[in-house]
């Protein structure tokens, strides 16, 4: 059995700035991929980036230059580093594990807000 806990989201300003945080605990013995997921209301969840066991990273193209992601391989743990936030930022986020199995695990999602 596998838990993810998120935290860090919450309401920001345009521009500003948030860290959302993700820990795994439970059965893990390999990991593949971990990473952040995203959906606001009326739209399909969709990838907003993700950090491969090697150590490479896929970005949605609306994020890169702005989001990074980061892991803490002793911890089980991936931080998704959110700047120069925008209103189309606005969602609830996901993290993910991908541990090798038949399925991936998720976390509880927390919201993120970008308004004024």
């Known amino acids: 059995q596998v838990q993810l806990v998120e935290s860090g989201g919450g309401l920001v300003q345009p521009g500003g700035s948030l860290r959302l945080s993700c820990a795994a605990s439970?059965?893990?013995?390999?990991?593949?991929?971990m990473g952040w997921y995203r959906q606001a209301p009326g739209k399909q969840r969709e990838l907003v980036a993700r950090?491969?066991?090697?150590?490479?990273?896929n970005y949605a193209d609306s994020v890169k230059g702005r989001f990074t992601i980061s892991r803490d391989n002793a911890k089980n743990t991936v931080y998704l580093q959110m700047n120069s936030l925008k209103p189309e930022d606005t969602a609830v986020y996901y993290c993910?594990?991908?541990?090798?199995?038949?399925?991936?695990?998720w976390g509880q999602g927390t919201q993120v807000t970008v308004s004024s």
């Open positions: 439970g059965s893990i013995f390999s990991i593949y991929a």
């Open positions: 950090v491969f066991s090697g150590g490479s990273t």
């Open positions: 993910y594990f991908d541990l090798y199995g038949p399925r991936d695990y």
